[in-house]
């Protein structure tokens, strides 16, 4: 069989104004889920380092469950088990950003973790022989410190959940995936059309490299 | 004068291991007590206890009329003892991430509530008194070593303690730059700070001890004078010790 095959750049331009639509959603989703899933991680990743053995096991295990089960199965469970026992509909977008959120959580907390435990341990003594207490002693030394070498894998992690929510196509949001998939059902010219889709994703990651590029020069500059 | 440590018949473990055996020592106000010791032989452990670094197992602390119990005792006296208490460590543990003015500032302000004018106007005049006057805008990092101890002095000294610990503060320094660490530990000597040194300067603490104890597998094993335990040791061990150090 001959290929006849040619690179339509004209039915690749026209595509543009329509996969678009989806980038809000895919902006959204990532921007929203991931400043969540900060927020978890920063909760759990501590309590995962707490001594009390009853604030880090429910921690632990909420670690091991996100990290451990795929975000795909998590979604899906989010969308479509959840309303049972919520007893009403959750709305896709919803569902994307709480998948996202409990997702990059739990990977931001082992960030959190190992961010906190790399700190050494002579500035945890030296706070606390100046007088200051536990909690003054992590939070003007450790974890400034930490919160600096955790640039590069929150970073990484941002850039892994942004490929993510192309995931979410399968409950019918309307990211940049899904406007592909509905452009191609009408125009069948699908190599054009992922070839579009995956230029956005990488223009998306790549703008974000460079930001935390940025940030972390300057913030090494300020040590 | 009072004695502001009182330490009688302290125990302390690591798991199985037994570190601390039965010592019993008093500081003097005003005193300048050097403690020397093979590595391992819990130097740095019986320092560290006197400021709650480490936990004790059995025995008594009792540090400027603030009792310490074993097993960590009370958050509050904890805290009022690290107040009072200074210590100066082997690898300076500088705050990397503020400059040297925000090292010095920070705990007279977030511990005593000093305004920030008033914690910048002492940083810059302890900073003078050990010596860097002009550093006060830099980052840790820009220090040389003997610098940056000169540094974790001052911001140690800037909460007034009654009592500095010193554990090997030159000891991960480069040989040229010991002399000016021991300049300031020999001045703060002698404005009658309080203070308790480990270190393997024997001709600093010929110089500056009031008292030199000698630690032997966690035990003190010899007391004295300076001449007296530098000169003529009565337990044979330290005799071996001090053969082997002064040879080089
Ligand atoms: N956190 C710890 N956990 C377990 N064992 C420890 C700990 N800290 C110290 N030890 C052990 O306790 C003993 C005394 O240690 P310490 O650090 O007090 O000795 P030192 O006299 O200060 O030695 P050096 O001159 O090497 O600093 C050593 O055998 C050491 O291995
Ligand atoms: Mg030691």
């Given at each position: 069989?001959?290929?006849?095959?040619?690179?339509?750049?004209?039915?690749?331009?026209?595509?543009?104004?329509?996969?678009?639509?989806?980038?809000?959603?895919?902006?959204?989703?990532?921007?929203?889920?991931?400043l969540a899933g900060f927020v978890l991680g920063i909760l759990f990743g501590l309590l995962s380092l707490n001594r009390r053995w009853y604030l880090r096991w429910p921690a632990t295990a909420y670690i091991e469950i996100f990290r451990g089960t795929?975000?795909?199965?998590?979604?899906?469970?989010?969308?479509?088990?959840?309303?049972?026992?919520?007893?009403?509909?959750?709305?896709?977008?919803?569902?994307?950003?709480?998948?996202?959120a409990l997702n990059s959580g739990a990977y931001i907390s082992e960030v959190v973790r190992g961010g906190v435990q790399s700190i050494a341990k002579g500035q945890r003594e030296a706070g606390l022989s100046l007088g200051l207490s536990r909690t003054q002693t992590f939070w003007t030394i450790i974890w400034p410190q930490a919160l600096r070498r955790m640039?590069?894998p929150l970073?990484?992690q941002?850039?892994?959940?942004?490929?993510?929510?192309?995931?979410?196509?399968?409950?019918?949001?309307?990211?940049?995936?899904?406007?592909?998939?509905?452009?191609?059902?009408?125009?069948?010219?699908?190599?054009?059309?992922?070839?579009?889709?995956?230029?956005?994703?990488?223009?998306?990651?790549?703008?974000?490299?460079?930001?935390?590029?940025?940030?972390?020069?300057?913030?090494?500059?300020?040590? | 004068?009072?004695?502001?440590?009182?330490?009688?018949?302290?125990?302390k473990s690591f798991g199985e291991h037994?570190v601390?055996?039965?010592?019993?020592?008093?500081?003097?106000?005003?005193?300048?007590?050097?403690?020397?010791?093979?590595?391992?032989?819990?130097?740095?452990t019986?320092?560290r206890c006197i400021n709650g670094l480490e936990e004790y197992n059995t025995?008594?602390l009792?540090?400027?009329?603030h009792g310490l119990e074993p097993h960590g005792g009370s958050q509050k006296a904890l805290n009022t003892i690290r107040k009072?208490?200074?210590m100066?460590?082997?690898?300076?543990n500088?705050f990397?991430?503020?400059?040297?003015?925000?090292?010095?500032?920070l705990a007279?302000?977030k511990v005593?509530?000093?305004?920030?004018?008033?914690?910048?106007?002492?940083?810059?005049?302890?900073?003078?008194?050990?010596?860097?006057?002009?550093?006060?805008?830099?980052?840790?990092?820009?220090?040389?070593?003997?610098?940056?101890?000169?540094?974790?002095?001052?911001?140690?000294?800037?909460?007034?303690?009654?009592?500095?610990?010193?554990?090997?503060?030159?000891?991960?320094?480069?040989?040229?730059?010991?002399?000016?660490?021991?300049?300031?530990?020999?001045?703060?000597?002698?404005?009658?700070?309080?203070?308790?040194?480990?270190?393997?300067?024997?001709?600093?603490?010929?110089?500056?001890?009031?008292?030199?104890?000698?630690?032997?597998?966690?035990?003190?094993?010899?007391?004295?004078?300076?001449?007296?335990?530098?000169?003529?040791?009565?337990?044979?061990?330290?005799?071996?010790?001090?053969?082997?150090?002064?040879?080089?």
């Amino acid at each position: 069989m001959e290929s006849t095959f040619s690179f339509n750049w004209q039915a690749a331009i026209d595509a543009i104004p329509f996969l678009l639509k989806g980038a809000p959603y895919t902006l959204m989703i990532s921007f929203g889920g991931l400043l969540a899933g900060f927020v978890l991680g920063i909760l759990f990743g501590l309590l995962s380092l707490n001594r009390r053995w009853y604030l880090r096991w429910p921690a632990t295990a909420y670690i091991e469950i996100f990290r451990g089960t795929p975000i795909l199965v998590q979604v899906l469970f989010i969308f479509y088990g959840l309303p049972d026992l919520l007893g009403g509909p959750i709305e896709p977008v919803t569902a994307a950003i709480a998948a996202i959120a409990l997702n990059s959580g739990a990977y931001i907390s082992e960030v959190v973790r190992g961010g906190v435990q790399s700190i050494a341990k002579g500035q945890r003594e030296a706070g606390l022989s100046l007088g200051l207490s536990r909690t003054q002693t992590f939070w003007t030394i450790i974890w400034p410190q930490a919160l600096r070498r955790m640039i590069p894998p929150l970073g990484n992690q941002a850039i892994v959940s942004i490929k993510d929510t192309s995931l979410f196509s399968v409950i019918g949001v309307g990211e940049l995936v899904r406007q592909g998939q509905v452009y191609i059902a009408n125009t069948f010219t699908a190599f054009e059309v992922y070839f579009v889709v995956a230029i956005m994703y990488l223009i998306i990651t790549l703008s974000l490299s460079l930001l935390l590029r940025l940030f972390e020069r300057r913030g090494i500059n300020a040590v | 004068m009072s004695n502001i440590v009182e330490i009688k018949q302290l125990n302390k473990s690591f798991g199985e291991h037994h570190v601390l055996k039965d010592i019993d020592l008093q500081v003097k106000t005003g005193e300048v007590v050097v403690i020397i010791g093979a590595s391992g032989s819990g130097k740095s452990t019986l320092i560290r206890c006197i400021n709650g670094l480490e936990e004790y197992n059995t025995g008594t602390l009792v540090v400027d009329g603030h009792g310490l119990e074993p097993h960590g005792g009370s958050q509050k006296a904890l805290n009022t003892i690290r107040k009072e208490v200074g210590m100066v460590f082997q690898q300076f543990n500088l705050f990397p991430h503020l400059s040297v003015r925000r090292n010095i500032m920070l705990a007279p302000m977030k511990v005593k509530g000093m305004s920030q004018a008033q914690a910048s106007d002492s940083a810059e005049r302890l900073l003078e008194r050990v010596g860097i006057g002009n550093q006060a805008d830099k980052y840790p990092n820009q220090l040389s070593g003997g610098q940056q101890q000169r540094v974790a002095i001052a911001r140690a000294l800037a909460m007034e303690p009654r009592l500095m610990l010193f554990d090997e503060p030159t000891s991960a320094l480069d040989p040229e730059m010991v002399g000016e660490v021991l300049d300031v530990m020999r001045e703060l000597a002698r404005e009658g700070m309080t203070m308790m040194v480990v270190t393997h300067e024997m001709g600093f603490a010929r110089e500056v001890a009031d008292r030199v104890i000698y630690i032997h597998e966690g035990r003190i094993v010899e007391e004295g004078a300076p001449d007296q335990v530098f000169d003529t040791p009565q337990n044979e061990r330290t005799q071996a010790f001090l053969s082997r150090v002064l040879s080089h």
